[in-house]
Every structure is written in structure tokens, then in C-alpha cells.
């Protein structure tokens, strides 16, 4: 088999995922680690990869590829179940630090996937009904079922928020979020997608839709409040840090304003466009507005040495 990308998870409440809730859902803990894959190459060896691309010896993702390549336990699963592929996290200090100790540098799967024999590009989700016995048979860890819901609300699933402490340390607050799958939802541009809420962005934009009336803002302003949050920039700035922790101040700023604004407008600008009913964006004001952003969450940055 050959590397498949992980499909993109969109935030509830966008029409990515609008219908997502209207069945049986399984609610799952987002942890904050790398994603990572595992599958069986041709070669009959155990491939990987992260997120957007195959990995190997001399392109590694902070040593994904070295620890599980040659795990036993992978290695014992395929040869069992050769067609299937493994997506997961690999708990790497990241923005959250609230971890228990023996909980870093494992691989957590969340999904297991078999290729689909007709079409190369499909793949098909098996359930956690399904999987789960699969991975226990060979001691592998996976993110358990939080629960089951039938046609929740999005104040259901706030509601779970709070009690979502899969791995961190006791009276240390909750984890990074929640990811909500139905494995019989195609959305309307028939695509498998699930549905993802963040504790942090939560958070920030209650204490912003609070503290503001939002459409006295300008758009620009609008579009940060909703889609761009602390989390987001304390995310990607430890993924440069965790490439390089060296790095100079000099080249990890340009870095940091350059990859904050192109995941916001890649990721980001057809949800803002629905939202906001093709609103007039001054995208030069929108990338003032992302470096203001993360000069507030990231003041010392920006201070002379």
C-alpha cells in the first residue's frame, strides 16, 4: 500500500460537518500530540508518515517513523490484517504539557481504515466496536470511547467538555478537546468527515462574543475572534520549536506569522466566507490582524533581547 494523507477534521458547527449530529455519535477525547499512520507497504515492510506526508529514516517527524516502524506489535498486526491502515497521535510535548508522566511518547490510535478494493482513493472507517478488539489483541494503545450520544446538541457535547481528562494529571484541568464521528455520515460534498470541538477555542470565544458586539467589528477582526485562537498560535509555534528547538529568533518569527496566516486562509476561509455571507475581506488587514494576534500571545517574542 501507498501513503494516504488523514482527512481534514472541521470544527462543529460548520457545513463540513452540518448533519454530523443528527444519528448515533461516538464522542472521543483529541489529544495533543503529531498525527501520525502506520500501514503495510508493498515491500511487506511497516510504512509511516504524519499528517501531509510519507516518512522515512532521514525524514522523520520528532522520531515517529524510528520508535513504531519496527515495533513488534505493528509489525504482528499487519501481518494479520494487511489492508488496513492505522492513524493516530503521537504524544509529543506540544502546546498542552499536562500529561501524566507515562503518557508521553506513546502512539494512540483513533482510527482504523481498510483500503477499498475498487476505488484506491477510498478507504473505508472501520467502527470501535470493531477495531478496538483488533488493537487490544496486540497490546496496541488506542483513545477509548468517551460516549455514545443520540442526536446530541452542540451544548451535549460542550457539556462533555468538561469532562474530558483521558490522560491528564489529576486536578490539572482537561484535555485538548473533543472529536465526534458517525461512521455512517457522508456530508453533502461526500466526503467522510468528523466533527472536532476544542476546550481552548471554546473558552477564548465565549470570553470574546462577552467582552464585544461582534458585528461593530470589522471583519477582519470577526474572523480572527472566531477562527484564529491562542491555541492555534502556541500549537505552531511549538511545532517549529519541536523541529528545531535552536532556532533564532530572527527566523522563527517570519516562520511563525508566515505559517499562522496560510493556515488560516487555507484552512479556514471557506468556513468564514459561509459564516460571514461573502464578505468583503481585506486580506492585508486580515495578516495585520493574525500578527497582532500572536504578539499578544507571544509578547516576548517581540521584545529586544
Not at 154 to 183: H, S
Request: proline share 3%; charged share 30%.
Amino acid at each position: 500500500m501507498e501513503y494516504k494523507k488523514y482527512q481534514h477534521v472541521c470544527r462543529i458547527g460548520t457545513s463540513d460537518v452540518g448533519g454530523l449530529l443528527d444519528g448515533e455519535v461516538y464522542v472521543f477525547s483529541k489529544i495533543d500530540g503529531t498525527n501520525g499512520t502506520l500501514y503495510l507497504g508493498d515491500d511487506g515492510l511497516v510504512h509511516g508518515g504524519s499528517r501531509r506526508r510519507e516518512l522515512n529514516n532521514f525524514q522523520d517527524n520528532q522520531g515517529f517513523y524510528g520508535k513504531f516502524h519496527k515495533d513488534q506489535r505493528f509489525i504482528d498486526y499487519f501481518a494479520k490484517h494487511p489492508t488496513h491502515r492505522l492513524f493516530g497521535e503521537y504524544l509529543k510535548p506540544h502546546t498542552l504539557k499536562t500529561y501524566k508522566d507515562d503518557a508521553w511518547n506513546k502512539f494512540y490510535v483513533f482510527d482504523v481504515c481498510v483500503d477499498d478494493d475498487e476505488d484506491e482513493e477510498k478507504v473505508k472507517y472501520l467502527s470501535y466496536e470493531e477495531y478496538k478488539p483488533l488493537l487490544e489483541e496486540f497490546g496496541i494503545d488506542y483513545i477509548p470511547l468517551i460516549k455514545k450520544l443520540d442526536n446530541p446538541t452542540q451544548k451535549d457535547l460542550e457539556e462533555l467538555l468538561r469532562d474530558n481528562k483521558f490522560l491528564i494529571q489529576e486536578n490539572l484541568g482537561v484535555g485538548e478537546g473533543l472529536v465526534v464521528k458517525r461512521y455512517d455520515f457522508v456530508n453533502y460534498y461526500g466526503r467522510t468527515t468528523w466533527g472536532k470541538l476544542i476546550a481552548d477555542e471554546y473558552i477564548e470565544r465565549q470570553q470574546t462574543k462577552c467582552a464585544t458586539k461582534q458585528n461593530d467589528l470589522p471583519i477582519e477582526k470577526r474572523i480572527i475572534n472566531e477562527y484564529f485562537s491562542e491555541a492555534v498560535v502556541e500549537k505552531e509555534y511549538s511545532k517549529i520549536l519541536n523541529e528545531n528547538s535552536e532556532i533564532e529568533k530572527g527566523v522563527l518569527i517570519p516562520r511563525l506569522l508566515n505559517i499562522c496566516f496560510y493556515t488560516l486562509v487555507t484552512e479556514e476561509s471557506w468556513n468564514f466566507v459561509k459564516q460571514f455571507k461573502n464578505p468583503t475581506v481585506d486580506f492585508k488587514k486580515l495578516r495585520n490582524e493574525v500578527v497582532n494576534k500572536i504578539k499578544k500571545v507571544k509578547p516576548d517574542l517581540f521584545t529586544k533581547n
